[in-house]
């Protein structure tokens, strides 16, 4: 059973920056996407961003030039670098891996709060 393991959430001002890390354990295959996912009070849980193991990446509209996901294959870690936070981005974030081809099963962190205030 994989074991994510999140951490950097906290509670930063507008403008401020925070990176989030998600450190993937007791994996006995190949982790094809990891991304982050996050879901505001009200709201459904949508997708931030995602990396591919070949680090194609792709981003929800709303974080376009201010987030950046990476990864490190060989430690199965994924990274989310948020720079100019808005009040908006208040969230609970997820970490999120799939795994292995074909069936691509959803493994999920417990989530961390990132709280942005104006």
């Known amino acids: 059973q994989v074991q994510l393991v999140e951490s950097g959430g906290g509670l930063v001002q507008a403008g401020e920056s925070l990176t989030l890390s998600c450190a993937a354990s007791r994996s006995n295959f190949v982790i094809v996407t990891m991304g982050w996912y996050r879901q505001a009070p009200g709201k459904q849980r949508e997708l931030v961003a995602a990396?591919?193991?070949?680090?194609?990446?792709n981003y929800v509209d709303s974080v376009k030039g201010r987030f950046t996901i990476s990864r490190d294959n060989a430690k199965n870690t994924v990274y989310l670098q948020m720079n100019s936070l808005k009040p908006e981005d208040t969230a609970v974030y997820y970490c999120?891996?799939?795994?292995?081809?074909?069936?691509?099963?959803?493994?999920w962190g417990q989530g961390t709060q990132v709280t942005v205030s104006s």
């Open positions: 990396i591919t193991r070949t680090k194609s990446t």
């Open positions: 999120n891996v799939k795994g292995p081809l074909p069936a691509l099963q959803d493994y």
